[in-house]
Each structure stands twice: as structure tokens, then as C-alpha cells.
């Protein structure tokens, strides 16, 4: 079983700024892409921001020179921090983590996902 917990959003005023967090944990044989996506209401679920197991990163067009995706592997954890938030990055925020399960002899890799973190950038 895997599991991953968010943490870290909340409201906060335009020009603010907040810090996701989050970890994976269970029995994980090897992380792959980690990434950030963002839901606002009745809207479709968009990409933020991802980082390879390379630590190489990509980011969304709206978020670049504000957002910083980063990762700590010795914690199987991600974060996002994010800079200069404007109303339009009001949203529910999900992990997404490409990752490995080994089951006796077994590899596995699939995709998972948070159970999402409210953002509300509002003054």
C-alpha cells in the first residue's frame, strides 16, 4: 500500500505565499516524476509543476518565476513553493507521484495521487 499526505495550504492575500508538502510512504521500491496539479472549481484538473528523479523540472506557463517544484528523496517527499499568489492560483491542490511497489518478486509502477489541499488566495 501506498499512501501520500499533503500538507501546507490554506488562505492567504494576493502577493502571499505558501509552501506544499507532500510525502509518500508504504512499500515503495523506486520514485520516479514527482508533480503538482490544481483543480479549480469548474475547471479541469491542470499540471503545475513536475521533477524528475533527475531533478529536472517543468512548470506550467502561469506559475513559472513564481513556483518552485522541489523534492527530498531521503523523506519520499515533494514540495511547492509558491510565490507571489494571485487570485486565478485559487484551487484545490493534488500530488501526483510516479512510483514503484515490489511485492516478493514482483515490480509495479503506476501512478498516485493526494487527497488534495485547499489554496485561497483572497484578500
Same mark, same amino acid.
Given at each position: !500500500?501506498? $499512501?501520500? *499526505?499533503?500538507?501546507?495550504?490554506? &488562505? *492567504? !492575500?494576493?502577493?502571499?505565499?505558501?509552501?506544499? +508538502?507532500?510525502?509518500? +510512504?508504504?512499500?515503495? %521500491?523506486? /520514485?520516479?516524476?514527482?508533480?503538482?496539479?490544481? $483543480?479549480?472549481?469548474? =475547471? !479541469?484538473?491542470?499540471?503545475?509543476?513536475?521533477?524528475?528523479?533527475?531533478?529536472?523540472?517543468?512548470?506550467?506557463?502561469?506559475?513559472?518565476?513564481? %513556483?518552485? /517544484?522541489?523534492?527530498?528523496?531521503? =523523506?519520499?517527499?515533494?514540495?511547492? $513553493?509558491?510565490?507571489? &499568489? =494571485?487570485?486565478?492560483?485559487?484551487?484545490?491542490?493534488?500530488?501526483?507521484?510516479?512510483?514503484?511497489?515490489?511485492?516478493?518478486?514482483?515490480? +509495479?509502477?503506476?501512478?498516485?495521487?493526494? !487527497?488534495?489541499? $485547499?489554496?485561497?488566495?483572497? +484578500?
Amino acid at each position: !500500500q501506498v $499512501q501520500l *499526505v499533503e500538507s501546507g495550504g490554506g &488562505l *492567504v !492575500q494576493p502577493g502571499g505565499s505558501l509552501r506544499l +508538502s507532500c510525502a509518500a +510512504s508504504g512499500s515503495i %521500491f523506486t /520514485i520516479y516524476r514527482m508533480g503538482w496539479y490544481r $483543480q479549480a472549481p469548474g =475547471k !479541469q484538473r491542470e499540471s503545475v509543476a513536475n521533477i524528475t528523479n533527475g531533478e529536472n523540472t517543468n512548470y506550467a506557463d502561469s506559475v513559472k518565476g513564481r %513556483f518552485t /517544484i522541489s523534492r527530498d528523496n531521503a =523523506k519520499n517527499t515533494v514540495y511547492l $513553493q509558491m510565490n507571489s &499568489l =494571485k487570485p486565478e492560483d485559487t484551487a484545490v491542490y493534488f500530488c501526483n507521484v510516479d512510483l514503484s511497489t515490489r511485492r516478493y518478486w514482483t515490480v +509495479s509502477r503506476r501512478d498516485y495521487w493526494g !487527497q488534495g489541499t $485547499q489554496v485561497t488566495v483572497s +484578500s
